[in-house]
């Protein structure tokens, strides 16, 4: 048996070579033994029929042995050669021979296209980094208008107690209290000022 791998070889057929080639000698040493044993049953048969014979069953044994080793040793040199044939003519990819899926490193690169891979990794790295603080940068603003909502919500909820206040009060609308209380408040002011200049 070849002691070359065949790597390549079996990844296009999907099986090792040598390996198929052991199965057809292992085949072959299976029917070959097959066939001896039948051969020695029929001349078992014959031999029964045939009356006064001096032959026994153990040198057919023995003639069947000799005639099987005969027949292997004659079967294992024309399986060398054809193992031979089969390994380097039939199952083997030539070098110069590339499989589909390897037709991308049939172009070699240059040291530019080098080069400019290198700068697309760069920028593409760049890319990636200001993404990302970009990405923090959202999730912090996310984070404020959290607060920033929640804070809304707070203000909301005292808006809606002091109108519940108010109209237990007897305030009808709120917004219309809150613009008399502003008004209230700006007369007020200005009445502190002008009391103020008289004062002075």
Known sequence: ??????????????????????????????????????????ILKKLDGIPHCDISPMQIRKCTEKFLCFMKGHFDNLFSKMEQLFLHL???????????????????????????????????????????????????????????????????????ELQNVGRDHGTSDFRESLVSMVQNSRKLQNIRDSVEKESK
């Open 90 to 160: 039939i199952l083997c990819i030539p070098s110069n021979i590339l499989l589909p899926e390897d037709k991308c490193k049939e172009t070699p690169y240059s040291e530019e296209d080098f080069q400019q891979l290198q700068k697309e990794i760069e920028q593409l790295q760049e890319k990636y980094k200001t993404e990302l603080c970009t990405k923090q940068a959202l999730l912090a603003e996310l984070e404020e208008q959290k607060i920033v909502q929640a804070k809304l919500k707070q203000t909301l909820t005292s808006f809606d």
């Open 1 to 42: 048996m070849s002691v070359n791998p065949m790597t390549y070889e079996a990844q296009f057929f999907g099986f090792m070579p040598q390996t198929c080639m052991l199965r057809i000698y292992t085949t072959f040493q299976d029917y070959l033994f097959e066939v001896m044993q039948a051969i020695e049953q029929v």
